[in-house]
């Protein structure tokens, strides 16, 4: 039986500097190219959240990809940071925390907070309908995002990054179509997935109209709260949905409703070159390695 016709694992990742993070359940591989050319791996077996119920519990599983984004990637990119800079640069300790916290203050306020705040105004100033403004704070929520993964684009650093999650996608596409993972193999297999991060946003966007819709009205203060209260909630739906999207295409239905979601990742992946597609091959064949001796270890 071919590959692509077994259940596989749904295998995911995500780019780093110069590398790319490949996550099994039960492990995990990194794959960075240091300055002098060489690729680093490291490797790492999956321990708590990831080994809980709660990755079998639908609706609180959702959370598990809030871990690998604010945690897991905030830690594997440090590390692939760490390679590039070298020892004297270094990033640790309180600088790491301090960072983090900046940056995930500043992407609350920016994409949440502040959407808010602007969608509030048109119901003091001009009287909206709490549906219309709710819908309103979910354009300036989408167009916010968009703009920023456009404009982040834009730079030298970040558009290699995202050649590195171009090639993540490809490799992942790859395994599950049972194509040999080879860079030459792999080169013509679409960067799009419909398990990306990217299209999460959008859906994560989508939902938030809805569930912020059916609130209501609220004072300020409460608003701003419940946009922020109700992310790890709104995000387990998100996933619920992405989940049944991505195994329901064959349906042309399917497909049809999830192409805006496909089409947002042109934003955020570009062509990865033979050297990155073979970074993204090392990572993924170090987890699967893993992954599978964990897996005879444990049976």
Same mark, same amino acid.
């Given at each position: 039986? $071919? ?8 295998? !995911?990742?995500? =780019?780093? /500097? ?6 099994? %359940?039960? =492990?995990? $591989? ?26 079998? /519990? ?18 594997? +990119? ?14 640790? !300790? ?40 709710? +819908? +309103? #704070? ?16 834009? *730079?030298?650093? @970040?558009?290699? @990054?995202? =050649? ?36 999460? +946003? ?13 609130? !209501? ?7 701003? @709260? ?8 709104? &995000? !387990?739906? &998100? ?22 979601? *496909? ?23 170090? *987890?699967? %390695?893993? #992954? ?8």
């Amino acid at each position: 039986m $071919a590959t692509k016709d077994l259940k596989l694992p749904a295998y !995911g990742g995500q =780019a780093i /500097i110069e590398g790319v993070l490949m996550r099994g %359940k039960k =492990a995990l $591989a990194a794959a960075m190219r240091s300055p002098d050319g060489e690729i680093i791996i490291v490797t790492e077996e999956l321990k708590g959240i990831y080994q809980t119920n709660l990755r079998n /519990i639908p609706f609180l599983r959702g959370l598990i990809l809030l871990w690998d984004a604010l945690v897991l990637g905030i830690q594997y +990119l440090t590390k692939s940071a760490n390679i590039q800079t070298g020892e004297d640069e270094k990033i640790e !300790g309180p600088a790491l925390f301090g960072s983090m916290l900046v940056s995930f203050t500043l992407s609350i306020g920016l994409f949440f907070v502040l959407p808010a705040f602007l969608s509030e105004l048109t119901e003091t100033f001009w009287n909206w309908s709490p549906w219309a403004s709710n +819908l +309103l #704070e979910g354009g300036i929520r989408l167009i916010f995002i968009i703009l920023y993964m456009w404009g982040i684009g834009k *730079m030298k650093e @970040v558009n290699r @990054v995202f =050649a590195y999650h171009g090639s993540e996608h490809k490799v992942i596409n790859a395994y599950e179509a049972g194509i040999d993972l080879t860079p030459e193999n792999i080169s013509e297999c679409s960067r799009e997935h419909p398990r990306c991060g990217t299209s999460f +946003l959008l859906i994560l966007v989508i939902f938030s109209i809805i569930i912020f819709g059916l609130i !209501g009205p609220l004072p300020m203060l409460w608003r701003i @709260v419940t946009r922020i209260l109700l992310i790890p909630f709104i &995000a !387990g739906i &998100a996933y619920e949905y992405m989940k049944w999207v991505s195994n329901h295409l064959d349906s042309k239905v399917v497909q049809f409703i999830n192409r805006p979601s *496909m089409a947002l990742q042109q934003l955020t992946t570009r062509e990865p070159d033979h050297e990155i597609l073979e970074v993204g091959i090392a990572a993924f064949n170090a *987890m699967l %390695k893993l #992954e599978n001796e964990l897996l005879e270890k444990a049976s």
